[in-house]
């Protein structure tokens, strides 16, 4: 009996004292590559590896088997454009090489947006989620040659949930978000212009704002920065999907009347100065009816009233971001359509 409990000490002591100083989702004892070895040498990456790890067993419970097998291939994906993304050729290092302090904080930026994107694929209002994703990297031919250069690789990345269900419904929906996406990225194919100009970094994320019965709404990130500009460029749009009519909102749902374009329009411009004041830049001539009218630009998450949303530089400087006003539903009632509650209830 001693000698087994003291057999079982010096076994567990052995493994202690083998096992590495920092967690990951791997075993660190078996890591070959620069990219393992980084994840393991390094407690902030290791701790992000885990997270993903949980994230993604997380992401993939309770799926079809069609979508199982297509989220564990756009996560293969990922490993291979995180591993090489943050390199100078947009190739993974050599398993001798080892990732220098620049490239591990843009490993584990990769990590953290990669998180971002698992986390849409859930259950919600009833419906089942899984999420699409696109990854690529690939040199930046005025940037890969210059020792000094930040930008040697240029990166796009483009993510959106889709139902995982194969009935009329869905496969409706999934083809709309999908065309949905393709339109905002500008399509990441090998032959499009996206990846043709491989100078800049871009993501382009749907995630889920709203799921009802009859109606999803998809808010839309994206960001763009051209290597070498000062800063990147960002909008917030959304997307609203009828789901009993299958096709995406049109404004004839939520108004009527042979004017409402102009009555929204003048309480929208009262609310931007209310609400804005002194921030907003507008000229005397500033005619914002195109954005107020366009159903990409609200958003229906708040109680009191339909939320329009601006992008930089339209109404405002660009420090100043995205602003956003919210117009009463009392104000509007002259000139709702009879079946506007339906559609902002998703009844």
Known sequence: MIR???????????????????????????????????????????????????????????????????????????????????TDDAQPLSDFDTYDERQLECLDSAFVARLGVLEQSRMLGGYRFAVSSQYSALPDPDEVDDANSYWKVATHQLSYPVLDADDENALAFNAFIAKAAEEASGSMSEGSDVMAEAQSDSTTGFSLDEVLYNRFSLKLNT??????????????????????????????????????????????????KREHGD??????????????????????????GLTIQFEPYEVSAYAYGAPTIVVSWESLTDILAEGADAVRFGS
Not at 224 to 239: C, I
Not at 251 to 269: C, I, N
């Open 223 to 272: 960001y763009w920065f051209g290597h070498g500009a000062a800063h990147g460029n960002w909008s917030v749009s959304y997307e609203h999907y009828l789901l009993n009519r299958q096709r995406a909102l049109e404004a004839s749902d939520m108004f009527s009347g042979d004017d409402w374009q102009g009555k929204l329009t003048e309480l929208s411009l009262a609310e931007l």
């Open 279 to 304: 921030n907003l830049q507008l000229d005397d001539g500033t005619d914002i009816s195109g954005i107020v009218t366009d159903p990409t630009r609200w958003s229906f998450a708040s109680d009191y």
């Open 4 to 86: 087994t409990v003291l057999g079982t000490l010096l076994l567990l002591l052995t493994l202690a004292i083998a096992a590495p100083a920092n967690a990951a989702s791997f075993d660190c004892g078996k890591a070959t590559t620069a990219f393992e070895n980084a994840i393991c040498d390094n407690p902030k990456l290791s701790a992000a590896d885990e997270k993903l790890a949980t994230a993604f067993a997380t992401a993939i419970g309770g799926l079809s088997k069609s979508a199982l097998g297509e989220m564990r291939a756009d996560q293969r994906a990922w490993l291979d454009f995180a591993a090489s993304s943050c």
